[in-house]
């Protein structure tokens, strides 16, 4: 029973950051898109930059892709005995 309200105490936990941090970006998305009346300064226009390059998207290389080579003597002797049966 203690494993299991430990188990939803820490869902529960789990679920609020989870909603802390959604606001937090919708709050970030917010200040940052709004249009600029007028001069802004340099600091903002950074600021605005690095949370931007943030919250964009990042490609991964994953490399060359693998190639996988068949035993051709292990492929035999299973259909040998799936055969045999």
Do not use: C
């Amino acid at each position: 029973m203690f494993m299991y309200m430990d188990m939803a105490l820490k869902r529960d936990e789990d679920e609020a950051e989870k909603k802390k941090a959604e606001h937090f970006i919708n709050y970030l998305i917010a200040m940052y898109t709004q249009p600029s009346f007028g001069k802004t300064d340099q600091q903002f226009e950074n600021n605005k930059k690095k949370f931007i390059e943030s919250i964009t998207p990042k490609l991964e290389s994953k490399g060359p892709a693998k190639v996988y080579q068949w035993d051709e003597e292990l492929m035999k002797r299973l259909k040998a005995q799936q055969d045999n049966q």
